[in-house]
């Protein structure tokens, strides 16, 4: 399955890189009714059984989060910090002579016996990772690419987790267990550059309604998801 191979991969890219952005955790999740109770209760024994570490009944996490009816306890889980991640990648990259960066000019591009030349590099593929500026790129400005905008927050808590909370939004432990990010909005065709109060309360408003323990906002942050229609790859 996928998991066992997400978390073999990720641990050899650890090595390599010599970093940690790879954090497995458990994920919970309150019920807000005793059928989603009971339709997790019939989950857990079927074929979900093995990506279930425990349904609980009645409050497992209360010290934490309001949850009367219990929740789902999922194993196999956890996150991966993008940022630590691409950042080693590009040192990485830089120690062995790999990265450049630049404004890539497709006039310049050219594509010549099956490779790809572009300046002094000859290469047999070329990756586009372009976003939502797909359609600035020639080769696939055809891509029809919804902007699918989020907002997250970064919060200080009281009380370390070990645990990530997902109800209504996702709070997600960083590698100071005190510090948590909070997610995320989902603004359809929203391509706006900045983050918004109206985005901050409906973080807060959700956020409130799932954990009990006090918390500080100590950051804000926006991106922008390229989505396609039917959510389907390319």
Not at 161 to 172: A, E, T
Not at 177 to 203: H, I, M, R, S
């Amino acid at each position: 399955t996928t998991f066992p191979f997400a978390e073999k991969f990720y641990q050899g890219i650890e090595r390599q890189l010599g970093c940690r952005f790879y954090h497995p955790m458990p994920i919970y999740r309150p019920f807000i009714s005793v059928e989603e109770q009971n339709e997790w209760m019939a989950l857990s024994e079927g074929r979900l059984k093995s990506f279930i570490e425990k349904t609980y009944t009645s409050p497992a996490f209360g010290n934490f989060v309001n949850d009367p009816l219990g929740g789902i306890l999922v194993k196999k889980s956890g996150y991966v910090n993008t940022v630590t991640l691409m950042s080693s990648v590009v040192g990485w990259l830089k120690k062995n002579g790999q990265y450049r960066e630049s404004h890539v000019d497709f006039d310049r591009l050219k594509i010549e016996s099956g490779n790809v030349l572009y300046e002094d590099v000859e290469a047999k593929d070329i990756i586009f990772c372009d976003g939502v500026r797909v359609k600035k790129n020639p080769f696939f400005s055809w891509v029809y690419i919804n902007c699918l905008k989020g907002e997250t927050l970064t919060i200080q808590l009281t009380n370390p987790l070990n645990v990530i909370f997902n109800r209504g939004v996702y709070l997600v432990p960083t590698a100071n267990p005190l510090v948590c990010l909070v997610g995320a909005t989902y603004k359809p065709n929203d391509a706006t550059e900045n983050f918004t109060p109206e985005g901050e309360q409906e973080l807060r408003e959700k956020l409130d309604a799932l954990i009990k323990i006090p918390y500080t906002v100590e950051d804000r942050h926006w991106g922008i998801r390229p989505a396609v229609p039917d959510r389907r790859p390319v």
